[in-house]
């Protein structure tokens, strides 16, 4: 059975920290591209971070470059994402996805808020 679960969500002030991690199972973990999206109330689902296989290789949204960080441990099948400097703007429900040909998992999000 394929799983994605997300945690480490919650409330943080603004200029705060979150790490935020995807633990998965059901799949070979180390053969899928791995990345987090968000949902900003009321908006659509957008692309935060990318990191591929063996985790040479990131991409992150202009939006959050110099601020959040993906990385993945194959060995223990997770994917975190390091977020500083937060802005109320990041507001958002965080998924974790995996893809791999025409597998496309998904995990049930958490929600981060930044507020004072």
């Known amino acids: 059975q394929v799983q994605l679960v997300e945690s480490g969500g919650g409330l943080v002030e603004p200029g705060g920290s979150l790490r935020l991690s995807c633990a998965a199972s059901?799949?070979?973990?180390?053969?899928?591209?791995m990345s987090w999206y968000r949902q900003p109330p009321g908006k659509e689902r957008e692309l935060v971070a990318t990191?591929?296989?063996?985790?040479?290789?990131?991409k992150l949204a202009d939006s959050v470059k110099g601020r959040f960080t993906i990385s993945r441990d194959n060995a223990k099948k997770t994917v975190g994402l390091q977020m500083n400097s937060l802005k109320p703007e990041d507001t958002a429900v965080y998924f974790c996805?995996?893809?791999?040909?025409?597998?496309?998992?998904w995990g049930q999000g958490t929600q981060v808020t930044v507020s004072s």
């Open positions: 990191i591929y296989t063996t985790g040479g290789s990131t």
């Open positions: 059901g799949f070979t973990f180390s053969a899928y591209v």
């Open positions: 996805r995996a893809r791999w040909n025409a597998n496309d998992y």
